[in-house]
Structures are given as structure tokens and as C-alpha cells.
């Protein structure tokens, strides 16, 4: 194949050669051969040739005709391209009526030689883009048994890419066999020599028949439930499924590229059952550019995501707080390696350390602080209440004391849909948060607000990375119920929550997302282990162990007395304020610190209790034992 330079080497001979050619066939449909015979011997001719060559190659040049690859080009570039010679002709009859008759031949001559151009240019670049696609209809037919067979699903853009990409790449081990396509118009046609079978239903007929290898979804605008429909047709085949990048992701790396290096699995968050969440980002850099701005947790899944969310908008300096050195560290890294001249700063440090906050907070003046430390692990939490009580309720109380104290504009809490009638410890601890921040809201003029939403895709220790661990290691996934149900978020969908919440703000609100229809946990550990290329309960068992100590069947976002508002964002909608009395809240809160230092638990979940109403916890177990024994008496 040749390469660029070449390319347009061989493209700009070709334009001298039928400029020349058309002058001179233009002598011989005005005139007899004898007459023209002449003319050939002028120099007026000649004159005129040169002039013609050297002012369509400039108008040629100046529109970057030559960047373009003709084995590539579209309708669009052919039109446009008939349309630069039609003003190069104008220019050329123009310089004809200028110029002097001795010097240069008649309008009328250059007109009829400016349409004979037309045909030849353009004709000659529509004869190379024919015979290199027929070149490419006819490679799939030849390729080599050993190479896999791809089935195509959609017929737009994402397949032509495809297909184009396989055609021209040796690299490329796919025989592309057949594209589906519910579009009724194209059913029965071809896609660069591949033929388009029909609709979705024909998914697992075409497999058999065609001796499929592969699925790839070719369909980069799919982002609702059709995609999530499609894959599971396609699973039924039993076949490995690939997708393309999305159209935002095609843009960054360009359409140009290699179609084949981007095609991947098909991963989980591809299947969320909702269309990601749409920034104003113009609104995001005013809030950001400039600004002091403090992430605590910055290591975690969510604060490192933050991180790098927020240096995109250029804030002044970026304080990342964590306790936790090992990610930070890595997080340090990977930052200034894309951020050279940021101003980055690492505290290794704990949000229960009240001196430590204190002395980032007069040193640094943090104008925005993300409050993302937080212990989250539910069963964990049920056996270590006084830690999640020390971590998460004192933490927060800390850190948003400290902000006060320095006067910074907003404090955004990272919460968690677990704070709604929350049946274990970890949740309560995080309602008790969010009364935190509204109770300092009524005394402070920083503007505090919480952000709540559920489970997140890939977060250190999530349900995804343990079932992938389980898969890795062939062992059952292990389930609590078949019909518990989550709302699920990706990372980077968590935290432009959180960011957009910062523009949002006006203190006291606690925002939600719109996350669409909470998903089952016995499904997504289907897709896992058909997304791995296995077969459930074949290669892969799921085994149902019951519910842990304070699991919920079903997760809510907000609490009935909350209420819901709409914000800018259709995916982002605003709790109204429950606000509490400071006073209240700090007698309770002394009564939390004297119970996280007692070894009974059970104790401190009582105490819990009386400060989160809703908290819906087990009685304890002599408890249980009497309203058991009062249960019979009654029936007796």
C-alpha cells in the first residue's frame, strides 16, 4: 500500500496530466484536426495550460484536497470536490475575459475545458474508490479457513468501519460472514460485499448456519435498553460477544483509526439499563478553574476518581487527604504524569485526626472540599459499629467542623443510598452524616450538601471484582438472594454526580441520580459469566447463601418525607432539607462518642437507633426470644 506522501504524489501527476489532456481534447471538439494542428504549435496555448495547471493545483492545495485518502472518500467529498473545480473553472473564464486575446485562448474555450476537467478529475478518483472497494467486497470471500467468523450486528457507520478496517489490515484474524440489522430497508442487501441477513431474530439462526466464531455489536450510539436486549440474544448462541467503543470514545481516538484494535468485550457497565449522565462542563471549569480544593479519601474508587475528573478543569492546587499511602502514592503518579505543572499535594492522614485537618486547613484554605473517607464495607461495619461510628460520623463531623472554621465556600459529602431506612450500621452511620452536614448548614455560611447514590461498578470491594475473582478461580458465585436487587453507577458516572452537585449547590440539599431500574444481583452474575465466555451452571455454578447481617433486599434513594425536585440535569434531581438542630444533634453525638468506646455492640446500635429514626435494626437476641414466647402466648 502507499503511503501518504506518495499518495498525494501520484494524485497531483494525475490532475497535471488531465488538466492537460482536457485543453487539449477541447482544441478537438471545437476544431477539425487540421485546424487544431496549429494551434499545438502557439505558444498561447501553452500559456494557457500553464496557467490553468498552476491555478487549480493552488485552489486544490488551499482546500486540502490532497490530505484526503480517495480509497476512503464519501459521496460528500466528491461533491465537494466537483464544486472546487467548478470555481477554479470560473476563476480561469475570468482570467480569460481579463487578459489580452494574444496571451491567453477565448472564455469560451477554458468554459468548455473547465466541464472536460470536471469529468476527468473526478471521474479518475471515482474509478479508484470503485475498484478498491470491489477489491475489498471480494477479500472476505478469500480469506483463509483458519481466520474466525465474525457476525456483524448493525449496518451503519460502526460496520463500514469495520468491515473497512479488516479489509486493509493483514493483521486482522476475522472473516466477516454476515451483518444483522433490524432496519426492514437494508434486509437482503450488502455492506461492502457482506450481506445483511434481517433483523435480531435471525441472531442464532445465522451462528448455525454460518459457523459463527464471534458476535461483534457494532452499533456505537446504542446506550439504552436495546443494547442490553441485543447482548442477550446474542448470548443465547453460547458465542463469545465483542462491542466498539462508544461514539465518545470513537471521536478521542478518530475515526480513522483501526477499526479491529478497538474492538473489546463487553463489559458490565456496557449493560447498565441507562444512558450515561451529560455534564455541563462550561458550568463545572467556572466552578472549579482556580480554586483550592481538598478530596478526602482522593485514594479510594470514587475520591481518586474526583481527582482526576476535577484537574481537567485547572484548579489552582489539588490536596489529596487519604490515610491509606499505597494508593495515594499510585494516584500521585499517574496524576503528574498527565498533569506535570499541577500543583498536587499528598497528606497521608486520618479524618479522625482533628489537629492534622486543622493544620491542612490553615496551610492550605481549601475552597471546595469532597468528603469521601468513609469505612463502607456493610458486614464489616455490623461487627465493628464503633469504627464505623469513629470513621464515618466523627470523620465527618471533623472535617466539616474545620471547614467552617476556614470559611470554605462548599462542602460536598460523599453519601450512599444505604442511608435510607438503613437496616445495617454502615448506612446509619451515613444518615447520621447527612444530618451533620444539614445541622451545619443552619449555623455556617459554607454551603453543605450530600450526594447519594448506590452501588458503584468496580469500586474496591464491590460485588463485580469478587465475582470476577470467583469466575477467575472457576468457584461458585456465591449470591445472598435471588431476587435482591441494587442501582448500580460506574465510577466516572459517580463522580461527575458528585462534581455537578458542587454547581448545584445551595446548602442543605442531598442529590440523587437518576439511575434508572435497579438491577437484579442474580442477573449481573449471569452476564459476568457469559460476558467471561462461560456457561452458568455449567462451567460456573451460582450459589445462594442468604441474606448477611444487615442486608437489604431492595436499596432506596430517597426517604418519603424527602420529597424530589428536578435540577438543570435530567439525571439529577434534589432531596428536600430535613434540617436538625445543632444542639440536638451535638447532645446525640456525645452520646454516640461515650457508646463507640463500649465492647457491647449491640449497645451501641441502640444508641444508633435513637439518633437515625429510621434505622431498622434486629432486636437483640433475648429480645427476639421474648417476643417469640409472646407470640405463642398470644396464639395459645
Not at 457482506?194 to 452499533?219: H, P, T, Y
Not at 455490623?382 to 462542602?411: H, L, M, Q, S
Amino acid at each position: 500500500m502507499l503511503n501518504a506522501k506518495k499518495q498525494s504524489f501520484y494524485a497531483i501527476v494525475s490532475d497535471i496530466l488531465s488538466i492537460v489532456l482536457s485543453y487539449l481534447l477541447t482544441l478537438h471538439f471545437r476544431f477539425t484536426l487540421e485546424e487544431a494542428l496549429p494551434i499545438y504549435k502557439t505558444l498561447m496555448l501553452w500559456y494557457n495550460i500553464i496557467i490553468a495547471v498552476v491555478l487549480y493545483l493552488s485552489v486544490y492545495l488551499c482546500n486540502n484536497i490532497y490530505k484526503n485518502i480517495i480509497k476512503y472518500a464519501s459521496i460528500r467529498y466528491f461533491i465537494f470536490f466537483g464544486l472546487i473545480n467548478a470555481c477554479a473553472g470560473i476563476m480561469m473564464v475570468a482570467i480569460s475575459i481579463i487578459l489580452p486575446p494574444k496571451i491567453i485562448l477565448t472564455f469560451k474555450y477554458n468554459a468548455l475545458a473547465a466541464i472536460i476537467i470536471i469529468f476527468f478529475t473526478v471521474g479518475i478518483r471515482g474509478m479508484i474508490r470503485i475498484i478498491s472497494t470491489r477489491k475489498e467486497t471480494l477479500f472476505f470471500k478469500k480469506r483463509q479457513k483458519c481466520y474466525k467468523n465474525l457476525l456483524i450486528i448493525g449496518a451503519g457507520s460502526g460496520a463500514e468501519w469495520v468491515i473497512r478496517s479488516i479489509a486493509k489490515s493483514n493483521a486482522a484474524n476475522y472473516n466477516i460472514v454476515g451483518i444483522i440489522d433490524d432496519d426492514e430497508n437494508k434486509k437482503n442487501k450488502f455492506v461492502f460485499g457482506v450481506k445483511v441477513f434481517g433483523g435480531r431474530e435471525k441472531i442464532v439462526s445465522v451462528c448455525r448456519e454460518k459457523n459463527v466464531d464471534e458476535i461483534l455489536i457494532a452499533i456505537p450510539s446504542l446506550e439504552d435498553l436495546s443494547k442490553q436486549r441485543i447482548y442477550s440474544m446474542c448470548t443465547e448462541t453460547g458465542l463469545p460477544v465483542k462491542t466498539l467503543p462508544s461514539i465518545n470514545e470513537i471521536v478521542e481516538t478518530s475515526r480513522n483509526s483501526d477499526a479491529t484494535k478497538h474492538i473489546r468485550d463487553v463489559k458490565i457497565e456496557d449493560l447498565l439499563a441507562r444512558k450515561p449522565i451529560q455534564l455541563n462542563n462550561e458550568q463545572l471549569h467556572d466552578e472549579i478553574c482556580g480554586k483550592v480544593i481538598l478530596v478526602t479519601g482522593g485514594g479510594g474508587s470514587i475520591g481518586s476518581e474526583l481527582c482526576r475528573q476535577i484537574l481537567k478543569h485547572e484548579p489552582k492546587s489539588l490536596i489529596i487527604f487519604d490515610i491509606y499511602e499505597n494508593n495515594a502514592y499510585d494516584l500521585q503518579l499517574e496524576l503528574l504524569a498527565e498533569y506535570p505543572d499541577v500543583d498536587l499535594k499528598v497528606v497521608i492522614a486520618s479524618v479522625r485526626d482533628l489537629d492534622k485537618l486543622e493544620q491542612v486547613f490553615k496551610e492550605y484554605r481549601p475552597q471546595l472540599v469532597f468528603h469521601a473517607a468513609a469505612h463502607k464495607h456493610v458486614p464489616l461495619m455490623e461487627f465493628n459499629p464503633g469504627e464505623a461510628i469513629k470513621n464515618n460520623v466523627f470523620g465527618t463531623y471533623n472535617v466539616a467542623k474545620t471547614a467552617d472554621k476556614y470559611k470554605t465556600e462548599r462542602f460536598i459529602l460523599i453519601s450512599t443510598d444505604k442511608a435510607v431506612n438503613p437496616t445495617n450500621i454502615m448506612g446509619a452511620t451515613k444518615r447520621i452524616c447527612e444530618m451533620i452536614i444539614q445541622s451545619m448548614q443552619e449555623i455556617s455560611k459554607t454551603e453543605f450538601v450530600a450526594v447519594r447514590f448506590g452501588n458503584v461498578l468496580g469500586s474496591s470491594g464491590s460485588v463485580i471484582p469478587l465475582f470476577k475473582k470467583q469466575i477467575e478461580n472457576r468457584r461458585p458465585i456465591t449470591v445472598t438472594h435471588k431476587d435482591i436487587t441494587r442501582f448500580f453507577m460506574t465510577i466516572p458516572e459517580a463522580a461527575q454526580l458528585v462534581l455537578q452537585a458542587a454547581c448545584y449547590a445551595k446548602g442543605g440539599e442531598i442529590f440523587v441520580l437518576d439511575m434508572g431500574n435497579p438491577i437484579k444481583i442474580y442477573d449481573l452474575a449471569l452476564n459476568l459469566i457469559r460476558l467471561s465466555g462461560l456457561k452458568p451452571f455449567e462451567d460456573i455454578d451460582i450459589k445462594i447463601i442468604g441474606l448477611r447481617p444487615g442486608e437489604k433486599l431492595y436499596e432506596e434513594l430517597l426517604m418519603d418525607e424527602e420529597g424530589l425536585k428536578k435540577t438543570e440535569n435530567s439525571k439529577i434531581y434534589i432531596g428536600n432539607p430535613i434540617f436538625i438542630n445543632m444542639e440536638t444533634l451535638t447532645k446525640t453525638l456525645e452520646k454516640l462518642k461515650t457508646a463507640m468506646m463500649s465492647d457491647d455492640k449491640e449497645y451501641i446500635k441502640d444508641i444508633v437507633a435513637q439518633v437515625v429514626p429510621t434505622y431498622i435494626r434486629k432486636p437483640r437476641q433475648n429480645e427476639q426470644e421474648k417476643q417469640q414466647k409472646s407470640d405463642k402466648t398470644a396464639e395459645a
